[in-house]
């Protein structure tokens, strides 16, 4: 839902994504990708609400980034909103080029892969797939 709600014009209400995923888990649909909690309070709110309905097959995944550079993950805001967020499964980002690694994090290649692998880790940590 968080792609389908990036065009202009589009804002979906707390009961619009709530009837929507009720919807698309009624189709089939495995996984729903509810938003990013850390960046919209709004996604969070839906987390908090899809915890009053019961979902046939679809499973509730957050999206959000690796920790940043310098932060460890337990005191990264945005992977902690995914903790936070309560659902099964996260989606998360990070660089696969080591151009963007360099030129945009600022870090070394290797860095830039033990954020990613530290990310993992500290989601499955907290059960989160």
């Given at each position: 839902m968080r792609d389908g709600a990036q065009g202009a014009n589009v804002s979906f209400a707390l009961q619009d994504?709530?009837?929507?995923?009720?919807?698309?888990?009624?189709?089939?649909?495995?996984?729903?990708?509810?938003?990013?909690?850390?960046?919209?309070?709004?996604?969070l709110d839906f987390f908090k609400a899809m915890k009053e309905y019961s979902l046939g097959r679809a499973k509730l995944a957050a999206f959000g980034s690796t920790t940043r550079r310098g932060v460890?993950?337990?005191?990264d805001e945005s992977?902690?909103?995914?903790?936070?967020?309560?659902?099964?499964?996260?989606?998360?980002?990070?660089?696969?080029?080591?151009?963007?690694a360099r030129e945009v994090l600022g870090v070394t290649w290797e860095e830039n892969l033990a954020m990613i692998a530290e990310s993992v880790e500290y989601l499955r940590g907290h059960g989160v797939r």
């Open positions: 994504k709530i009837r929507i995923a009720l919807k698309l888990d009624e189709v089939g649909v495995d996984y729903i990708e509810g938003g990013w909690p850390y960046s919209n309070p709004k996604d460890r993950p337990e005191r992977l902690n909103s995914l903790v936070d967020a309560d659902v099964p499964v996260a989606v998360i980002f990070g660089k696969s080029w080591t151009l963007h």
